[in-house]
């Protein structure tokens, strides 16, 4: 069974930086992509960042140029650095990965870490 913790989130001003990390337990996983989401209140979950197994990254345009996904395979740690933040920033992150398996895919999900920009 896949686990996901995440940490690091808090208040930070606008124009500050924050660390998030993402412990990860259960199943292989140097194999997984990994994703971060976030979810603002009042607003739907929306894709933040992914790297995949190969190290390959993909982000929101809104985050581009900003933000920064990597990942320690060692450590079972995905990790998102996030600079110049910005009030709209506001939202609770969470860790996301996927296994498949021979039933389907199972999708993982951490508890979330909230990050608060007060501008």
């Known amino acids: 069974q896949v686990q996901l913790v995440e940490s690091g989130g808090g208040l930070v001003q606008a124009g500050g930086s924050l660390r998030l990390s993402c412990a990860a337990s259960g199943g292989i996983f140097s194999i997984r992509p990994m994703n971060w989401y976030r979810q603002a209140p009042g607003k739907q979950r929306e894709l933040v960042a992914t790297i995949t197994s190969g190290g390959s990254t993909i982000y929101a345009d809104s985050v581009k140029g900003r933000f920064t996904i990597s990942r320690d395979n060692a450590k079972n740690m995905v990790y998102l650095q996030m600079n110049s933040l910005k009030f709209e920033d506001t939202a609770v992150y969470y860790c996301?990965?996927?296994?498949?398996?021979?039933?389907?895919?199972?999708?993982?999900w951490g508890q979330g870490t909230q990050v608060t920009v007060s501008s």
């Open positions: 996301r990965t996927t296994e498949s398996s021979y039933y389907g895919i199972n999708v993982y």
